[in-house]
């Protein structure tokens, strides 16, 4: 064992270490989607005496954490999301129609001066404004004495003895008790039973109580603050709630709902257990493909895929992310593109073997690490860049896939260039796995590489016959496009989706007349899973949602909630806007990379499959009729990284070998480099195809439609980054005047020499 091999082990077992002491000690991060709850963004308004900017939109934060604190919601989460919005997190709250209401209410409280009766309704002046009060009396009101900001403490009590019922007890601070003092003193000036003596206290905009000054207290001297009640036909929780917002206090600005999600614990149950089961089966079928393509060193590799499972679970807990029902996916789909750069290296080293027969396992496998180290690390770029579009430019479950997937991305280099590296140059060393070629599995070629040689087949003869067929299907594509439509979701478009479980079944038709009798008659019934109904509507409120239930429980007998996305139309418009922003973003940013890593030409092609790709898909979707969301934008982009990674590893080899032959035209280059790398193609696709159709198989319906989507993509993809990539550069290269690409220095020599390093089990001797 070298000192190098030595050194990787110690870090690859250090790695090991600290990961499974994180497994066992620390528990994982649940999305809402996964444990069941609510959440909600809620978007801060401009009112007439302040702007929704960043500060107020903090103090509105802070007001809002002190009633859902008093609410009694465990693990709570409130943050900031850019300048005037605020993610309201509530786990294992199913019902958000009371929260909505006590969180989301602006609680201006204001105490005035009664001038009289009014005459007419009018909004707030600098005199006052004319307001009913609680029994339908208009009154003429002074200006604001007193704001809900001088409450010191409000309670709800309850009188027995006296019958008043449930009531609200206030404590003034210290200056906001002298005005309230100062003015009950003033209305005390009045007789009894004038309207003069009353004191309207507002909550946003509405009189709660009116109450004429006790007959005992004298003009000028007031209520002392400690003694104030706000009576009133309250019930309890009317009583409770009424304290809480104005204990809690006023929020500095108004907020309306813009989203809200809310998801059934057994939905979050039932994904885990679909997610483990689908990565247990595709892990385990992944490992067994490539343990039979590669036999031993497929062996050490399927070891280091559970080393790279473990290390990115444990990286995933210890930064604290939040594991969304997408970022399960995402990390379950990590395990099979995670397999990419040990098929590489192993491909290459193949090549060596066949290359110099002679040569020991270990040069050969050394060889296969450095010849594949830029293909892995272009290709792992490409997706990292996808991964980072993900998380900047989505929102909510969406920027969770993005994170597990970088996370997925880096741990699966660690996994191929440390650990399964160590593995198998240590089993390199050993003189068995040497002798016996046929175990090791890179010493002799593979089955699909010895039949291409033998074949040689003649793929780029003619480029435009390829460009044809790929012109075709993105003509199919669009026309499904323009004829079937889009199905954009509610996130997208705004609206209402909700999903039931009824205890009794009851058939689409059935639904939509009894909603339609139920005054809903825009609603769109669709099945949902097993029996369930998933309803979609326009603007509906949480009021809306209950009747709407109601309605449906009348024929399905008890009906649960199982899903429910609100997504108001601005933010809708803005996530249409965002997901346009992110596919250009990302087409330019690969546009970009690609170029400056290799030919212009190789670039312009690479993007142009990708967007071939992505137009197919969004077609294919189309003529399915299956929804556009933000799942699908995850799966999108994801398909474009993993486009993208195909086009790199063909174009790596394209480069490397037309700069050694450099007077070998462009044509016959591409042909050798495509004959070369198909091996590496499928092997890779069928390592993410495993777990794709386990995804879709066992993943249920909140899983199926995401990994359709990226069985679709994948296969496309790498379609395209052969025959649409490869032959649209070699019709660019025709009209090209740039040189072939220089060939690179040799690497590994003896400094001053020029004399390639040898192994060190290799004595030198020849035959």
Request: with cysteine.
């Amino acid at each position: 064992m070298t000192r190098a091999t030595t050194v990787r082990a110690v870090l690859a077992a250090a790695v090991l270490l600290v990961s499974v002491l994180i497994t066992l000690t620390m528990s994982p991060r649940l999305g809402l989607d996964l444990q069941g709850g609510t959440r909600m963004v809620l978007q801060a308004k401009d009112s007439d005496t302040a702007k929704a900017d960043r500060e107020s939109t903090e103090r509105t934060l802070e007001v809002l954490r002190k009633r859902i604190d008093s609410l009694g919601v465990a693990e709570p989460a409130l943050t900031r999301s850019g300048e005037d919005r605020i993610i309201v997190e509530l786990p294992d709250v199913q019902d958000p129609r009371q929260a909505a209401e006590v969180i989301g209410r602006t609680a201006q409280l204001s105490f005035h001066a009664v001038q009289g009766i009014g005459t007419e309704q009018k909004n707030a002046t600098r005199t006052g404004l004319t307001l009913p009060d609680e029994q339908g009396t208009l009154l003429a009101l002074g200006p604001v004495q007193l704001s809900g900001a001088g409450v010191k403490d409000a309670t709800a009590t309850f009188d027995a003895q006296q019958g008043t019922g449930w009531s609200v007890s206030l404590d003034f601070h210290k200056e906001a008790g002298r005005k309230w003092t100062g003015l009950t003193g003033e209305a005390a000036c009045n007789p009894v039973q004038d309207e003069r003596r009353r004191v309207a206290i507002v909550l946003d905009g509405k009189v709660i109580s009116s109450p004429q000054v006790d007959p005992s207290i004298g003009c000028k001297i007031g209520l002392p603050s400690g003694s104030t009640q706000i009576t009133g036909s309250f019930s309890a929780d009317e009583a409770r709630d009424l304290a809480l917002l104005i204990k809690g206090g006023a929020l500095p600005v108004p907020v309306e709902i813009a989203e809200q999600r809310t998801v059934g614990p057994t939905l979050g149950a039932a994904a885990i257990d679909a997610s483990a089961q689908a990565a247990l089966i595709g892990a385990a079928a992944t490992a067994l493909f490539i343990t039979f393509m590669y036999r031993l060193f497929g062996a050490l590799a399927a070891l280091a895929l559970a080393a790279y499972g473990v290390i990115s679970y444990a990286a995933l807990v210890a930064l604290g992310v939040t594991l969304t029902l997408p970022g399960l996916a995402g990390f379950v789909l990590a395990i099979g593109m995670a397999v990419d750069a040990n098929v590489l290296v192993f491909e290459r080293a193949r090549e060596e073997c066949a290359a110099r027969p002679n040569r020991s396992l270990r040069s050969a496998l050394t060889a296969g690490f450095r010849n594949a180290f830029s293909a892995v690390a272009d290709s792992n770029v490409t997706t990292l860049i996808a991964a980072g579009l993900l998380f900047f430019l989505g929102s909510g479950p969406v920027k969770g896939f993005g994170v597990t997937l970088a996370i997925g991305v880096l741990a699966s280099m660690f996994s191929a260039l440390v650990i399964a590296r160590a593995l198998t140059e240590t089993a390199a060393g050993s003189r068995f796995v040497s002798d016996y070629r046929n175990i090791n599995g890179i010493a002799r070629p593979g089955r699909v590489r010895t039949w291409l040689n033998e074949r040689d087949p003649q793929l780029f003869r003619s480029p435009r016959r390829w460009l044809l067929v790929s012109t075709a299907l993105v003509a199919v594509s669009v026309l499904g496009i323009v004829v079937r439509g889009v199905d954009l979701g509610v996130e997208f478009t705004g609206g209402r989706l909700v999903e039931y479980s009824t205890s009794r079944t009851v058939d689409v038709e059935t639904a939509r007349t009894t909603l339609a009798a139920a005054g809903f008659g825009d609603a769109e019934v669709t099945t949902a899973g097993e029996g369930d109904l998933s309803v979609r509507t326009g603007k509906l409120d949480n009021d809306g949602e209950h009747a709407l239930r109601t309605a449906l429980a009348a024929e399905g007998g008890e009906t649960t909630k199982v899903r429910d996305e609100l997504i108001g139309p601005s933010l809708g418009d803005e996530l249409r806007r965002n997901a346009l922003i992110a596919l250009a973003v990302a087409v330019f940013v690969q546009l970009a990379y690609l170029a400056a890593r290799f030919r212009w030409t190789f670039a312009v092609t690479s993007v142009g499959a990708l967007v071939h790709d992505v137009i197919i898909l969004v077609g294919a979707f189309a003529w399915l009729g299956r929804p556009v969301d933000g799942i699908f934008l995850a799966a999108l982009l994801t398909v474009i990284g993993y486009s993208v990674n195909d086009s790199v590893v063909v174009f790596d080899r394209v480069r490397e070998l037309w700069a050694k032959s450099p007077r070998t035209p462009v044509a016959d280059i591409a042909n050798r480099a495509v004959v070369q790398t198909v091996p590496r193609t499928v092997n890779t696709g069928m390592g993410a195809l495993f777990i794709l159709i386990a995804l879709a198989v066992l993943g249920g319906d909140s899983l199926a439609d995401f990994a359709l989507a990226l069985l679709i993509g994948i296969c496309v993809g790498t379609y395209s980054s052969v025959l649409t990539a490869v032959p649209g550069a070699l019709m660019l290269e025709k009209s090209s005047k740039a040189p072939p690409p220089a060939r690179k220095r040799a690497t590994g020599r003896r400094k001053g020499t020029g004399q390639a390093r040898r192994d060190p089990r290799d004595t030198g001797a020849r035959v």
